[in-house]
């Protein structure tokens, strides 16, 4: 007889698993990618996105993509690279570095700036243009967790409102289990145990162009828009 699964994972695991799940997409092929630069030390890069700028509108601008991906994005690629040079973490990839830096409180913006290019290339992935629905095992899972799939919609609404400040709200898996989680700032499922499925950011750089301090307006229909359930799927599997 087999052993029966583990149902809290090491970190490394959980971020293996999670690898393994968005391998096929272009876009997130970055995640763990290192550039070689003019034949030195490889460096993180800003993943490209998997869709056009202006291909989330409305409810996301070409104008905030340009923001938030083209400014804030690229500049915690710019910072963790600075950080990172002629250091022990030159050259490894970007989950490998996040987990070394979670577990030294001295590299705590080392940690910042590499979990923050994880979260936003997941995000980027856990959005598409005109969005999707889930489907067989996903929504199953979702079923057996929530009861349907407007109970799951509903919590991860309420994560997203009621992230105090700057954060996440996620869908994760946690053993068999499906969970609405939140994380403020930087931090991220992975390091505690469990495999994201899809994120919404809402630090405010993610919605205030196109819905000032509406934060109910932007995660709403992001919620009933967006997401990427297809994405999900393939991370539960």
């Not at 869908?171 to 994380?183: D, F, Q, R, S």
């Not at 630090?203 to 828009?225: C, F, G, M, P, T």
Request: aromatic share 8%.
């Amino acid at each position: 007889m087999s052993a029966p699964a583990n149902p809290h994972p090491d970190r490394r695991t959980v971020i293996a698993s999670s690898l393994a799940g968005t391998a096929a997409l272009a876009a997130s092929r970055a995640l763990a990618q290192d550039a070689p630069v003019g034949g030195t030390t490889p460096v993180i890069e800003l993943p490209a996105l998997p869709y056009p700028l202006q291909a989330l509108e409305p409810v996301i601008s070409q104008r905030t993509l340009e923001f938030h991906y083209g400014k804030h994005h690229q500049g915690y690629v710019t910072t963790l690279n600075d950080l990172i040079k002629d250091s022990d973490l030159a050259g490894k990839s970007l989950e490998d570095i996040i987990v070394a830096a979670q577990a030294d409180a001295s590299r705590a913006k080392i940690f910042n700036n590499a979990a923050q290019i994880w979260n936003h290339t997941f995000y980027w992935n856990s959005l598409k243009p005109g969005g999707s629905r889930p489907e067989g095992a996903l929504l199953k899972k979702i079923e057996a967790s929530f009861k349907n799939l407007d109970d799951c919609k509903a919590a991860l609404l309420d994560a997203a409102l009621t992230q105090f400040g700057s954060g996440w709200a996620w869908l994760v898996l946690e053993g068999e289990a499906l969970k609405i989680v939140k994380t403020s700032n930087a931090d991220l499922p992975m390091v505690h145990g469990q495999k994201a499925l899809l994120t919404i950011d809402v630090w405010e750089h993610a919605y205030y162009l196109d819905h000032q301090n509406q934060r109910k307006a932007y995660a709403q229909a992001v919620i009933d828009k967006l997401l990427n359930w297809e994405f999900a799927a393939r991370n539960a599997s």
